[in-house]
């Protein structure tokens, strides 16, 4: 009788591991594949040739010349995406209220002609870590700056943050956002007297 039940729970063992650790993952990626094979490959941008990055994982941009992500709250390193997470910090913990005055100071160092109000984007994490995205607002406190540096009329900026303004996901869910890493693809392709610095 008990080698009877073993006999059972071993042949289920390894059916069920056949079946849900092999054929099912082969069968879901090769649809993924044929239907969707952008974003199955992890929706990598291209420009000449070279890859990018993600358009679903934010990346750090720090130079005047680019327009800058949200923070991220990874770790070891910022947008890594084998560790995506908030911070968990609440509104009263103290180490969230410094790291937003880090951040302003920071962006008022690089800006400090602009004297606008800092959109709250910009100054906080978002709960994955990874955000590929800005608000409109955050891109257009931005501007300034990316067309002082790189020599680009304000005018020519906001036309491009327009461009590149995503809106709301199935036009009801969000907010219209920008993708900073297509943005900052955008600028580049336009002829300045200086890139990124």
Do not use: C
Not at 38 to 43: L, Q, V
Not at 106 to 135: F, Q, W, Y
Not at 150 to 163: M, T, W
């Amino acid at each position: 009788m008990v080698w009877k039940s073993l006999r059972t729970a071993v042949i289920a063992t390894v059916l069920f591991t056949v079946l849900t650790g092999v054929i099912y993952p082969l069968a879901i990626t090769g649809l993924a594949q044929v239907f969707f094979p952008w974003r199955a490959n992890g929706s990598l941008i291209h420009v000449n040739g070279k890859t990018l990055g993600s358009e679903l994982i934010g990346q750090p941009f720090t130079a005047p010349g680019y327009f800058w992500s949200r923070q991220s709250a990874t770790s070891p390193f910022p947008y890594n995406a084998a560790s995506s997470g908030a911070t968990n910090e609440g509104p009263l913990n103290p180490s969230l209220a410094d790291g937003a005055r880090k951040r302003i100071h920071d962006l008022r160092e690089v800006d400090s002609l602009n004297l606008s109000s800092i959109p709250v984007d910009l100054v906080t994490a978002s709960a994955s870590g990874l955000d590929p995205h800005i608000s409109v607002a955050a891109a257009l406190y931005q501007a300034p700056r990316v067309a002082r540096a790189r020599g680009i009329s304000l005018q020519k900026i906001n036309e491009l943050v327009a461009r590149e303004t995503e809106g709301r996901t199935f036009g009801i869910l969000g907010e219209n956002r920008v993708n900073v890493l297509l943005l900052n693809a955008a600028l580049d392709a336009e002829p300045s007297q200086s890139k990124g610095n």
